[in-house]
């Protein structure tokens, strides 16, 4: 949604919507983030909630991926906080979990979208960019 935050290429003039990607799995991590990179994001990565909670104190992005199973908590519980605290970002949550409620429930807390793992690259991308109202 929020594209303010966005880093500029001004040679180009197009806007490169920054992603804090918070998952635990570093295949996850290593994939989303090299592929997010190449059409056209700028990806920042935390494998804890901890460390995604530092990275959004210290920067602005206009959408996050979210795993719901991490070491240090339930992605699921923080987006409640994330929507209050961020309304303009994209909050995006990924689970391997089988659980069949959890879609009904992010979206219930306030998640734009719920993609279940494994997670297509395409799907991915056509996610963040319908989130976000824009083609990259």
């Given at each position: 949604?929020?594209?303010?935050?966005?880093?500029e290429n001004k040679a180009l003039g197009h806007k490169h919507p920054n992603?804090?990607?918070?998952?635990?799995?570093p295949g996850i991590q290593f994939g989303?983030?090299?592929?997010?990179?190449?059409?056209?994001?700028?990806v920042r990565e935390a494998t804890t909630l901890t460390e995604a909670m530092e990275a959004l104190s210290n920067g602005?992005?206009?959408a996050i991926i979210l795993d719901i199973n991490l070491p240090d908590g339930s992605g699921l519980d923080w987006i409640a906080s994330l929507r209050r605290n961020h309304p303009d970002m994209t909050?995006?949550?990924?689970?391997?979990?089988?659980?069949?409620g959890l879609a009904i429930e992010s979206i219930l807390r306030g998640a734009d979208e719920f993609l279940r793992k494994p997670v297509s690259m395409e799907d991915l991308t056509v996610s963040l960019q319908r989130s976000l109202h824009q083609e990259i």
């Amino acid at each position: 949604m929020a594209t303010t935050t966005s880093t500029e290429n001004k040679a180009l003039g197009h806007k490169h919507p920054n992603v804090l990607l918070v998952d635990d799995e570093p295949g996850i991590q290593f994939g989303f983030s090299r592929y997010l990179s190449k059409t056209g994001f700028v990806v920042r990565e935390a494998t804890t909630l901890t460390e995604a909670m530092e990275a959004l104190s210290n920067g602005s992005f206009d959408a996050i991926i979210l795993d719901i199973n991490l070491p240090d908590g339930s992605g699921l519980d923080w987006i409640a906080s994330l929507r209050r605290n961020h309304p303009d970002m994209t909050i995006l949550v990924i689970t391997g979990s089988g659980e069949g409620g959890l879609a009904i429930e992010s979206i219930l807390r306030g998640a734009d979208e719920f993609l279940r793992k494994p997670v297509s690259m395409e799907d991915l991308t056509v996610s963040l960019q319908r989130s976000l109202h824009q083609e990259i």
